[in-house]
């Protein structure tokens, strides 16, 4: 039993290493994204519940867009209770190309963002759809740079999203966290085999919707991004990632713990049912939870205990530290984001222990709801 259970521990850090040597690769290779010169029509969806505080900063950055070509921005009021509303209606007495949607008018199978969401698809009028959340900021090239993406052979645009530095061990964390999830997503697209998608930043065409849909994903929390990206992937789309800085979105900075644990279990809710769409991509990622396990058992077996295996808990560190500092060497060097070694040793040092407790707390998914609303 005892040699059993090693045989499949070394199964799984042997996965787990592959897995950061693909992401390594996949980032050295160069992009050859072909671009489309000719303003294509595109419709911007943004599902927004209680979002006041941040929809004029959004609004005046989608108003600002340098776009010659034909364009729409849906707004989906997600039953917010605050003067989301108000503002959005706002923007559109002024500005006819800005729309308000309400979620109500989603399927009354869809609960939560996707429900919003199929409410601002069913009233796009252009076949390209571009989606962002309200507590981004975008540049005024990121419509056109993610338009230009677009052509006969792509049908799925991953997007590139950094947080912020900001000088709060919180947000430190948060930033080189997402930026290797990130680095992640733009090596498999790289290598063809597309793990993961942000809703923060991505486009597809409204005819995939309209084949696929959420109802397959209506008891996710999430869904919207990477699942329904796997989702797509069945039907043999196109998938590249926009690794233009023109086309890079700024997320929003956590400066409290709780918050950015309640974003991060939302996120890692789609994970245990993974499997179902993608059995490599859930394989990589049951082997990322069970290294990181492993090393805090060999941890807690090198102080407490008699410390045997203390060469084998350094070994397992030391190809892990190497192969995820290349990963991020590589990301950083094609997406033109800034190297800080210090920044990386933190989250190293706090990620195991951290995807120990995301994993977890991903069996509880359940009570977070979008946005502090309701829970599925």
Known sequence: MYLALSYIALLLIVIYMISLLLYFVGNCIPSNNKINKEAVPISIIVAVKNGEQSLPILLNNLENQNYKGMIEYL??????TDNTKKIINQFQNKNNKFKYVSSKEGSKQLFL?????????????????????V???????????????????????????????FNNVISWFQRIDFFMLLTAARATCNLKIPFASTGQN?????????????????????????LFLQLCLKNNISVIFND????????????K?????????????????????????????????????????????????????????????????????????SGALKLNFKFNFLLFL??????????LFMGISSLFVKYIGWRGGEKI
Request: proline share 2%; net charge positive.
């Open 135 to 165: 507590d981004c900021k975008l540049k005024s090239t990121w419509v056109k740079s993610m338009a230009e993406c677009f052509n006969e052979h792509v049908d799925y645009v991953v997007g590139f999203s950094e947080v912020p530095y």
């Open 202 to 226: 991505q486009a597809y065409r409204k005819k995939i919707y309209h084949e696929i849909g959420f109802l397959n994903l209506s008891d996710s929390i999430q869904g919207d991004d990477s």
């Open 346 to 355: 933190y989250w190293f040092i706090l990620e195991i222990p951290y995807v």
């Open 113 to 133: 963002k996707k429900r919003a969401l199929d409410a601002g698809i069913k009233h796009a009028k252009f076949d390209i759809l571009l989606f962002t959340d």
């Open 75 to 80: 707004i989906v009021d997600d039953e917010s």
């Open 244 to 255: 233009n800085p023109k086309s890079f979105v700024s997320s929003r900075i956590e400066k």
């Open 257 to 329: 713990f709780w918050n950015l644990i309640k974003q991060r279990i939302r996120w890692s809710g789609d994970a245990k049912i993974m499997w179902k769409f993608n059995k490599i991509f859930f394989s990589i990622i049951v082997a990322t939870f069970s290294t990181n396990l492993l090393i805090l058992m060999l941890v807690y077996e090198s102080i407490f205990l008699k410390g045997t295996y203390i060469s084998y808990l350094q070994s397992i560190l030391f190809i892990k530290f190497v192969l995820e500092l290349l990963t991020y060497i």
